[in-house]
C-alpha cells in the first residue's frame, strides 16, 4: 500500500514523501541529524518520523548533517536487513544536486580513493556527475552527482578533488567563497540536496523512486542564481 503524507507548513514535523508497512522516505532539513549516534541531539530525523507515523522506524543509510533530501527509514527488521544489503551492494541509485564553484565539464567519472571513515586508509571511491546549468549571475554551477560508492562526505571529498567545491562546505570548500555566498546570497548551508532515491522494495520487490523537492532555503537561493530547482526525473512504483 502506497500512502502520500503531505505535512502541515505550521507542523515542526518532517515531511514524508513515502510511506507504506514497511518504509518511510522522509526529506530530511538540512541541518539535522539522521539520529543521535553521530552527537546528542534531542531533534533528529529519526525521532520525527517516528513520531509522525507513530512507529519505530530504521535509518538504512546516512545523509550528513548540512545534506537535505531524501532518507530512507525502514520499519521493520526484515526490510532493515534487506535494504541494507542493497546499500552496501551499490543496488540503491542515489543523485544529489550540489552547487558548486566555477564550471565543471559537461559530464564525467570521478574515481579517486577516499577515506571509508573520518581517518584511515583510502579505498576506491566513484561518483559520476553531469552539469545541469552554469549561473548567468555569478562563477558557479549546478551539478547533479550520482555516488556509485558510499563512502563519508564523498561527494564533497570528490567535488573538491574536481577543484569545484561545494558552495557552503566548511569542510572542503572555501571560506572567502561561502562568505561571499553568504553576504551576497544569503546562503547559510551546505549547497548539497538528495533530490532522488531509487531501489528494490524489500517486500514486493517492485521498483520505488523518489524525488525530493528542493527546499526552499536552497530553492531560493537557485532562484537568485537563475539556476533549476528541479530536475526531471521518473518517480513512482513500478515493476
Same mark, same amino acid.
Given at each position: 500500500? $502506497?500512502?502520500? $503524507?503531505?505535512?502541515?507548513?505550521?507542523?515542526?514535523?518532517?515531511?514524508?514523501?513515502? %510511506?507504506?508497512?514497511?518504509?518511510? %522516505?522522509?526529506?530530511?532539513?538540512?541541518?539535522?541529524?539522521?539520529?543521535?549516534?553521530?552527537?546528542?541531539?534531542?531533534?533528529?530525523?529519526?525521532?520525527?518520523?517516528?513520531?509522525?507515523?507513530?512507529?519505530?522506524?530504521?535509518?538504512?543509510?546516512?545523509?550528513?548533517?548540512?545534506?537535505?533530501?531524501?532518507?530512507?527509514?525502514? #520499519?521493520?527488521?526484515?526490510?532493515?536487513?534487506?535494504?541494507?544489503?542493497?546499500?552496501?551492494?551499490?543496488? %540503491?541509485?542515489?543523485?544529489?544536486?550540489?552547487?558548486?564553484?566555477?564550471? *565543471?565539464?559537461?559530464?564525467?567519472?570521478?574515481?579517486?580513493?577516499?577515506?571509508?571513515?573520518?581517518?584511515?586508509?583510502?579505498?576506491?571511491?566513484?561518483?559520476?556527475?553531469?552539469?545541469?546549468? #552554469?549561473?548567468? %549571475?555569478?562563477? =558557479?554551477?549546478?551539478?547533479?552527482?550520482?555516488?556509485?560508492?558510499?563512502?563519508?562526505?564523498?561527494?564533497?571529498?570528490?567535488?573538491?578533488?574536481?577543484?569545484?567545491?561545494?558552495?557552503?562546505?566548511?569542510? $572542503?570548500?572555501?571560506?572567502?567563497?561561502? #562568505?561571499?555566498?553568504?553576504?551576497?546570497?544569503?546562503?547559510?548551508?551546505?549547497?548539497?540536496?538528495?533530490?532522488?532515491?531509487?531501489?528494490?522494495?524489500?517486500?514486493?520487490?517492485?521498483?520505488?523512486?523518489? =524525488?525530493?523537492?528542493? *527546499?526552499?532555503?536552497?530553492?531560493?537561493?537557485?532562484?537568485?542564481?537563475?539556476? *533549476?530547482?528541479?530536475?526531471?526525473?521518473?518517480?513512482?512504483?513500478?515493476?
Amino acid at each position: 500500500m $502506497y500512502i502520500q $503524507y503531505v505535512t502541515s507548513p505550521e507542523s515542526t514535523a518532517i515531511e514524508l514523501l513515502y %510511506v507504506d508497512e514497511h518504509i518511510v %522516505v522522509a526529506n530530511k532539513p538540512s541541518g539535522l541529524l539522521v539520529h543521535r549516534g553521530w552527537d546528542d541531539d534531542d531533534d533528529v530525523a529519526l525521532f520525527r518520523v517516528r513520531d509522525a507515523i507513530g512507529a519505530q522506524v530504521n535509518a538504512v543509510h546516512r545523509l550528513d548533517r548540512g545534506t537535505s533530501g531524501a532518507l530512507l527509514f525502514a #520499519r521493520t527488521a526484515e526490510a532493515t536487513s534487506a535494504l541494507s544489503r542493497d546499500f552496501e551492494s551499490g543496488r %540503491v541509485e542515489k543523485r544529489y544536486l550540489a552547487l558548486v564553484r566555477g564550471t *565543471p565539464p559537461d559530464s564525467g567519472v570521478i574515481d579517486h580513493p577516499v577515506p571509508k571513515k573520518e581517518a584511515g586508509a583510502r579505498v576506491p571511491a566513484l561518483t559520476r556527475f553531469r552539469r545541469i546549468a #552554469r549561473s548567468t %549571475v555569478d562563477r =558557479c554551477s549546478l551539478v547533479e552527482a550520482m555516488p556509485e560508492t558510499g563512502r563519508l562526505h564523498q561527494i564533497r571529498r570528490h567535488l573538491k578533488h574536481l577543484s569545484h567545491p561545494v558552495i557552503g562546505d566548511v569542510n $572542503y570548500g572555501s571560506g572567502a567563497i561561502n #562568505r561571499h555566498y553568504r553576504a551576497e546570497y544569503e546562503l547559510h548551508r551546505l549547497a548539497l540536496h538528495a533530490h532522488f532515491l531509487a531501489f528494490e522494495h524489500p517486500v514486493t520487490h517492485l521498483r520505488v523512486a523518489i =524525488c525530493a523537492p528542493v *527546499p526552499d532555503d536552497l530553492g531560493a537561493v537557485l532562484g537568485r542564481l537563475d539556476l *533549476p530547482v528541479a530536475v526531471d526525473v521518473g518517480v513512482g512504483v513500478g515493476g
